[in-house]
Nanobody, 126 residues
């Protein structure tokens, strides 16, 4: 079992930056694929960034490529999402998720992730 806790959300102006953190407890991330999803009001939860279980392969949604970066610390207990050049359409609740799947690429399906944090709100004003 792994417990995930997100932090770092808040209100920021368009063009600004935020860094989200996802702290793990229970066991390290070392053998988990990790991802950040987001869900805006009235929309489905969507994958924004992820890395495979061995951290070799990364995935970014087209809407965030070049602006968001997923990473983890060397102790493998925290995953980050650095968000730059934020846009109003990035406004959403952001969720950290973990998957035990050992695939070549990062899992991109919602159902592949069995562990979820409670979410952190990101609001980008225009």
């Amino acid at each position: 079992q792994v417990q995930l806790t997100e932090s770092g959300g808040g209100l920021v102006q368009a063009g600004g930056s935020l860094r989200l953190s996802c702290a793990a407890s229970g066991r390290p991330f070392s053998n988990y694929a990790m991802a950040w999803f987001r869900q805006a009001p009235g929309k489905e939860r969507e994958l924004t960034a992820a890395y495979s279980w061995n951290a070799v392969n990364l995935y970014y949604a087209d809407s965030v490529k070049g602006r968001f970066t997923i990473s983890r610390d060397n102790a493998k207990t925290t995953v980050y999402l650095q968000m730059n050049s934020l846009k109003p359409e990035d406004t959403a609740v952001y969720y950290c998720a973990a998957s035990t799947l050992r695939t070549v690429g990062a899992p991109t399906n919602f159902g592949a992730y069995g562990y979820w944090g409670q979410g952190t709100q990101v609001t980008v004003s225009s």
